[in-house]
């Protein structure tokens, strides 16, 4: 019963991320650029006769708002990626509660890319100490590698999360 729970549990977590990023993203971007335009129009423009006189109808005002507000938004949408510190502090964020980045990714990660890793860096072991080319220093820090591989192969986590998830 407690797995069937979890397992409906979790379709409501994937729904509960699908809308908000279908709403968020989509439906509120849309119905908030044509509440702008009209609240704009019909409660600025409509009301400042100058104004009305340059629009007098709100298609030709929607279409060089848009003309003059996509390139805008562009600008700066491109400032925030590329020239402030405020994208990369988002991805800071993002990536300390990432909790994949202390433990292995579900699929080829763990099946094939680690176990590879691990077979690779034990042979490599095996063939330096048969030629006599590790210092103990180098042998250790290879050791402390494989535990890593292995915790991480067993499930683990390796470095220090803020928080951990189970999956």
């Known amino acids: 019963m407690k797995l069937r729970s979890l397992v409906s549990l979790r379709?409501?977590?994937r729904a509960w991320y699908y809308f908000r990023t279908g709403y968020g993203t989509y439906l509120t971007f849309i119905l908030g650029y044509v509440s702008t335009l009209i609240t704009v129009y019909y409660l600025a423009i409509k009301n400042m006769p100058d104004l009305l006189s340059i629009f007098p109808h709100f298609g030709p005002f929607a279409?060089?708002?848009?003309?003059?507000?996509v390139p805008t938004a562009v600008a700066i949408g491109w400032v925030h990626l590329k020239r402030s510190g405020l994208f990369s502090t988002e991805i800071d964020i993002g990536l300390e509660a990432n909790p994949y980045l202390y433990k292995l990714q579900p699929g080829r990660m763990r099946e094939v890319d680690t176990p590879t890793t691990l077979v690779q860096l034990r042979l490599l072991r095996k063939l330096a100490e048969t030629n006599g080319?590790?210092?103990?220093?180098?042998?250790?820090?290879?050791?402390?590698?494989?535990?890593?591989?292995?915790?991480?192969l067993e499930g683990g986590y390796v470095g220090?999360?803020?928080r951990t998830v189970n999956f």
Not at 63 to 69: N, P, Q
Not at 142 to 148: V, Y
């Open 133 to 152: 080319l590790l210092t103990d220093s180098e042998r250790s820090q290879i050791e402390e590698l494989e535990k890593k591989w292995s915790t991480l």
């Open 160 to 162: 220090s999360p803020r």
């Open 11 to 13: 379709w409501v977590y």
């Open 63 to 69: 279409i060089l708002a848009t003309l003059v507000g």
